[in-house]
């Protein structure tokens, strides 16, 4: 009876450790076309692919230039009921002066805790026979908390 006692204490104990903060772990992640993901427990924090602008050379086609992709993470701050977008692009390049270009990369605060957000990759590549549609898309992330 007393190892049944100590498991669940060490049970207990390992759980209660938990972290309350990114559910959508540190690291990389897949997000899907208007899938909300809880990024922040505590805050009751969304973050949701809200929209895509691919701009890249089709996968059939030769192109001078790789082109580019635009996606928009919608954060979604439901205890206050505030809605941010957070714009991101995957082979923009770095523009000096007049233009301003669209980073990969971000920082966030949310809660009191910062997070680093990185676009890694948008999948499907287009293709001139079969585009993909809007749905289709899912982009690859890298969340850490700094």
Known sequence: MSKSVLFFFLISL???CKTDRILLKEGNE???????????KKSQTFLTL?????????????CIWGGLVNVNLEIDLRNSKKKEDLKLCFGCLTLK??????PSESEINLGGARYHIKLLDV??????????????YRVSIQIDQL
Request: proline share 13%; glycine share 4%; charged share 30%.
């Open 97 to 102: 002066d007049s233009i301003k270009a669209i």
């Open 14 to 16: 390992i759980t209660s």
């Open 50 to 62: 809200s929209k895509v602008e691919d701009g890249r050379c089709p996968e059939d086609v030769n």
């Open 30 to 40: 897949i997000l899907f076309y208007q899938q909300p993901n809880l990024l922040d």
């Open 123 to 136: 999948k499907p590549n287009p293709n001139v026979g079969n585009p993909p549609k809007i749905e289709d």
